[in-house]
Nanobody, 125 residues
């Protein structure tokens, strides 16, 4: 079973920053897209941002636009999520996903082949 590996979560105060990382094993050294999702207690998993690996095109959820930045290092098979100006509403488990089904909107959580186990982000006021 291919598994993605997230890291970088933690506890910060409001206004702080965190940088999440997601490493994909070499067995999937090329996938069409990688994305970040998050899930807060009692809420559905929602898309945060996506990056299309070939040309580096990026997409963001409205709440992430201007505060979060998704990026990639193809040589390391690694995707990043830089999160700035965090608020308590950003508290959630953050997951990375890879290999989106062709022609499907990036934010559809049922459309990815591979997932990680998540990294917890907690923002206190």
């Amino acid at each position: 079973q291919v598994q993605l590996a997230e890291s970088g979560g933690g506890s910060v105060q409001a206004g702080g920053s965190l940088r999440l990382s997601c490493v994909a094993p070499e067995s999937i050294d090329y996938t069409n897209s990688m994305s970040w999702f998050r899930q807060a207690p009692g809420r559905e998993r929602e898309g945060v941002a996506a990056i299309y690996r070939l040309y580096g095109r990026t997409y963001y959820a409205d709440f992430a636009q201007g505060r979060f930045t998704i990026s990639q290092d193809k040589a390391k098979n690694t995707m990043y999520l830089q999160m700035n100006n965090l608020t308590p509403e950003d508290t959630a488990m953050y997951y990375c996903a890879a290999d989106l089904l062709p022609g499907v909107l990036w934010s559809r959580r049922d459309a990815y082949h591979y997932w990680g186990r998540g990294t917890q982000v907690t923002v206190s006021s």
